[in-house]
């Protein structure tokens, strides 16, 4: 079964009604429910979606999702070991000329050491890395 990346902002964005891409998440979500996979993120990922959560909706919707991404039989949260931070940091500091956040960069070397080649997300750095973003 393929698997793919869950990022923060397709989160935000299902979870946010006044988000941009509310409704081509929404859209991508009801098609992801009749063909499910494995979806994969990690804390870096959990962390962010979180804390935008509580800041610009509720502690509430915070709660609910953390709730749900804990709990779903479907989302698996890839452990990051030291070495892994380690290369996740590397990666960062090799594409210095791009704007890619540290927590970007972990997720590239999850999806890659996991061979995932789509994500969940709105992040245009994912397709910059060559992931198919849906």
């Known amino acids: 079964m393929e698997s793919i990346f869950l990022d923060s902002s397709f989160i935000i964005a299902l979870e946010d009604a006044d988000d ?4 081509t998440a929404a859209a991508s979500w009801e098609s992801f429910k009749k063909n499910p996979r494995k979806l994969i993120t990690t804390a870096y990922i959990f962390d ?9 909706i509720s502690y509430d919707k915070a709660a ?3 709730r749900l ?3 779903s039989p479907l989302v698996e949260m890839a452990h990051i070991s030291e070495e892994d931070f380690k290369q996740g940091w590397a990666l960062f500091l090799n594409y210095h000329d791009k704007d890619f956040s540290f927590t970007d960069c972990v997720s590239f070397l999850v999806m890659k050491q996991q061979r995932i080649k789509k994500a969940f997300t709105f992040d245009r750095h994912f397709k910059q890395m060559g992931f198919v973003v849906v």
């Open 69 to 71: 991404l804990l709990s």
């Open 20 to 23: 941009q891409n509310h409704e």
């Open 48 to 56: 962010e979606t979180i804390t935008f959560l509580k800041r610009r």
């Open 64 to 66: 609910k999702v953390g």
